[in-house]
């Protein structure tokens, strides 16, 4: 991988991450018409740019951050369906990344789902974060492991969870954001252990792609998260369900024409 490439995939994880259409579906794409090999190095850069992406969401809500403990309490109990269930399916969805098949029909499930979701929760009753209680904190949880299935989308899962369970759909964007903190850092930090537990090493130049790469997410997630909140308030997720069909029509095109795309 080279400069040029880590900053073109740090752009689509920027864009793709918080958005409900799937960034893995876009790094399959991404790195298969660039022909960056999956090596160890490769799948450790795509997990650790999601720091970068992370910190957009922390500087964007800072005073979000440092309002109260129940905040915090909230986004723990969300996030344990995800660490259960991450260290159970870890061997399972391992197998799962290796299918771009799997991929594009969840882009074009989620797609169809997301042409309907604005109807089907019209009526929200929670227009605050701070009116989510416990129970409804680890329900959404349970919507974010869905995620655990290739081309469905963290985000997707997490704001549609939300969505069916009264949020309006800026809290559920918003919470879905906050909930990406725990469960990016805590999918960070076990990368990095697999990495080093294999005896796999980063040389200087590693070590600056890494850095261009985070910068890049940063700047990328800053804008993305903006945007998409006012573009969701404004049009709903139509388009973005259009989007993930059309995605997930691409990958199925391109395996049926033989192209061998490579799982990063």
Known sequence: MDYLQAIILAVIEGLTEFLPISSTGHMIIASSFMGIASDPFVKLFTIIIQLGAILSVIVLYFKRFFQSIN??????????????????????????LESPL???????????????????????????????????????????????????????????????????????????????????????????????????????????????????AFIVALLAIKSFIGFLNKNGFKLFGWYRIIAGIIIIILLQSGHNLQII
Not at 78 to 93: H, T
Request: aromatic share 12%; glycine share 8%; with cysteine.
């Open 71 to 96: 905040f915090y309490i909230k986004l723990i109990i969300a996030f344990i369906p995800a660490a259960v269930f991450g260290f159970l399916l870890s061997d399972r969805i391992d197998q799962m």
């Open 102 to 216: 799997t991929v594009a029909i969840s882009l074009v499930i989620g797609g169809v789902i997301l042409l309907f979701v604005d109807k089907w929760f019209s009526n929200p009753t929670i227009h605050e974060e701070k009116d989510i209680n416990y129970l409804t904190a680890l329900k959404i949880g349970f919507f974010q492991c869905l995620a655990m299935i290739p081309g469905t989308s963290r985000s997707g899962a997490s704001i549609v969870g939300g969505m069916s369970l009264n949020l309006s759909r800026k809290v559920a964007a918003e919470f879905s954001f906050f909930l990406a903190v725990p469960t990016m850092f805590a999918a960070t930090a076990k990368k990095l252990l697999d990495f080093y537990k294999e005896g796999h090493t980063i040389s200087t130049e590693q070590v600056q792609i890494l850095a261009v790469g985070n910068v890049v």
